[in-house]
């Protein structure tokens, strides 16, 4: 960061709303110290923020290369100039925001503004927050200094959500159409149907509800996953007894029992894990590889070490022998709402999977099976829980 200078006199004439600089006295005659000591050897140039600093009489006297970047104007022209010059920000209703601020010559309480979006020259929003330094808590103002973030990403964060909102709402849309269709046929027409018709009828509403229901807890797990408040409850999990609930659900549902080979190594560590989500991370592969995969499904459980202390932990690979994923989707499959095909779903399992993995301090991976399919593998830790170490 260029640190400028300027004569006091020329300081004073330019600075809107400046007071007056202090008389004599005793440290009248030592300097300021430099801008860049306050951060002990790091180079303000390296900050990912946008830095600005003004002194006593409101000239700029910092000026960052990410601040540069943000307003695109050059530090050698920024510096020197009074704040409200060389940030000319103005708020959403368009009024020059030093002008309503007034840092230097408001309350003397204030410690400064909190993040918001303001406006630059041209209509740009940047994400701005000030903090006055003050030798005192009620004494002048002494610097100024401003932090400035570009949008983008929170526009990113903000377009995540308008499309997770977007994607549930649809995907709730058709199951709510039908419950409500048969549940006001049944009432209106109830005397009209046989039984067989009306179980029918019943059936698809109770399948139709559990489809909501199971939409609205990834809702609520992408919302935990997020905000790191996703809980593990450990217990001891069979892994075998699990992975063959499953493969009974899909061969009841129709899938041929041949269609599923399960290979289980001897000699297991114990799995400390939550029973629940342990079935949510099986059930969504499992789903996954008889969705959008052809042929055998592989199942395989083995010992590994998990983490980089070595420690015990247990492996389970889900592999089938499909088209497999293309490389360059590679590294797209654990974010949101991405669609291996075109068969249905939300797009948000796999994403859900990675966060109750590394919830339970594991691992997930995707690759390219042995016979050609998409093969997913995660590494779980023993995960004792602490109360009986």
């Known amino acids: 960061m260029t640190v400028g200078t300027d004569s006091p006199a020329q300081a004073r004439s330019a600075a809107p709303h400046a ?20 951060f002990a050897g790091l180079d303000p140039d390296d900050l990912p923020d946008g830095l600005v600093i003004a002194d006593e009489t409101g000239r700029v006297i910092g000026f960052n290369a990410a ?9 050698g022209r920024a510096l020197g100039l009074p704040l409200d010059q060389a940030l000319p920000l103005e708020d959403l209703k368009g009024r020059r925001w030093w002008a309503l601020t007034d840092p230097y010559g408001g309350l003397a309480i204030r410690r400064g503004q909190p993040e918001r979006n303001l406006l630059l020259p041209g209509g740009r929003e940047v994400l701005v927050s000030a903090r006055y330094v003050r030798e005192h808590p009620t004494g002048p103002v002494r610097r100024v ?4 973030r570009g949008t983008d990403a929170r526009r990113r964060t903000e377009r995540s959500h308008a499309e997770l909102i977007a994607t549930v709402a649809h995907e709730l849309r058709s199951p709510l159409t039908s419950v409500k269709g048969f549940t006001a046929t049944l009432l209106d027409k109830w005397e009209r149907f046989t039984d067989e018709q009306k179980r029918l009828m019943l059936e698809t509403v109770d399948a139709d509800a559990g489809r909501i229901k199971r939409l ?11 905000s790191g408040r996703l809980e593990v409850r450990r217990q001891p999990v069979d892994l075998a007894a699990a992975i063959g609930r499953h493969i009974q659900v899909h061969t009841t549902g129709g899938q041929p029992p041949g269609r599923f080979f399960v290979r289980i190594r001897p000699q297991l560590p114990a799995l400390w894990a939550d029973p629940d989500k342990i079935d949510q991370i099986l059930g969504n592969l499992l789903e996954n590889a008889v969705r959008h995969g052809d042929g055998t499904v592989t199942i395989e459980v083995a010992p590994a070490t998990a983490g980089e202390d070595g420690e015990e932990g247990t492996e389970v690979t889900v592999s089938d022998e499909g088209p497999g994923i293309p490389e360059a989707s590679m590294n ?7 669609r291996g095909s075109k068969r249905g779903g939300t797009g948000l399992g796999l994403y859900i999977v990675k966060g109750v993995v590394e919830a339970h301090g594991g691992t997930i991976t995707v690759g390219r099976g042995p016979r050609g399919g998409a093969e997913f593998r995660f590494i779980l830790p023993v995960g004792t829980p602490a109360h009986l170490l």
């Open 19 to 38: 007071p007056e600089p202090p008389g004599p006295g005793p440290d009248a005659d030592a300097p300021d110290p430099p801008v860049s000591a306050a």
């Open 67 to 75: 601040a540069s970047r943000i307003t695109a104007v050059p530090a």
């Open 145 to 148: 200094v401003v932090s400035l």
């Open 216 to 226: 609205i807890a990834e809702l609520l797990d992408i919302s935990r996953i997020d």
């Open 332 to 338: 797209r499959v654990f974010t949101r709402f991405w």
